[in-house]
């Protein structure tokens, strides 16, 4: 049995896994928060803001969020998730970041991906797709 949350890569798509055993929703998050405003990079200009993606809350809602400042449209592609398809739009913040929240969800596994502008990509802030750097 799978508890928590983990995500694996399928092609264009993440995977998103969770469970509401008990204490699952609360290891998942891991005190993470909105994205903070941006900073300033010591000369290098503003930094991107900490953007946390998927997030998953206790409620059992998700919210997706990515940083693209310059893109003019940005749609979540789920169809494992009910209610979901391909058509719903991300909004845009004043901060580049783009988000949605969907849900309540019934725990299980659900694939999903953003089209940026035309462009399939997976979630690029989705800790669980990336290998740990050493």
């Not at 699952?24 to 010591?42: H, K, S, V, W």
């Not at 997030?55 to 009910?82: N, W």
């Not at 909004?91 to 462009?119: C, H, M, Q, S």
């Amino acid at each position: 049995m799978i508890r928590g949350t983990c995500a694996v890569r399928f092609a264009a798509s993440a995977l998103i896994v969770f469970s509401t055993a008990p204490g699952a929703l609360a290891r998942a998050q891991d005190g993470r928060a909105a994205a903070p405003p941006a900073q300033t990079g010591g000369g290098r200009g503003a930094q991107a803001p900490t953007v946390v993606s998927p997030e998953v809350m206790t409620d059992r809602r998700l919210t997706f969020r990515i940083y693209a400042p310059q893109s003019q449209a940005i749609r979540l592609g789920a169809g494992d998730i009910p209610g979901v398809g391909q058509t719903t739009q991300l909004t845009k913040g004043a901060n580049g970041v783009w988000e949605v929240t969907i849900g309540p969800l019934d725990p299980g596994a659900y694939r999903y991906n953003f089209n940026v502008d035309g462009v399939t990509t997976i979630d690029p802030r989705n800790a669980r797709l990336h290998a740990p750097r050493v």
